[in-house]
């Protein structure tokens, strides 16, 4: 162990060990980075997905509404005929 050649060795295997220690963590951050910005872009399309969802959802609310309004006018002119038949048939116009 008091060899030159031995300490040299073990200095070289050491620099070999640490430089494979610092290579393969730099790639792993690299991996990291790439796949997060994957999850990202993923995530940005998922949520411009939801908003067109949202906008179909909101117009077709609208629409609905529109359809119970006409239809609640509906039911008004309806009642008023009604009304106006009952009047004449039971003479309510009379008194």
Do not use: C, Y
């Amino acid at each position: 162990m008091n060899e030159p050649q031995v300490w040299t060795l073990i200095g070289v295997f050491a620099a070999g060990l640490f430089g494979m220690l610092t290579l393969m963590s730099t790639m792993f951050v690299r991996v990291v980075r790439s796949e997060i910005s994957g999850v990202r872009s993923e995530v940005g399309s998922v949520r411009s997905e939801i908003a067109s969802v949202r906008d179909t959802v909101t117009a077709e609310i609208g629409s609905v509404r529109a359809e119970i309004h006409r239809l609640d006018q509906r039911f008004d002119t309806l009642d008023r005929d009604v009304q106006a038949i009952a009047k004449r048939v039971f003479g309510a116009d009379q008194a």
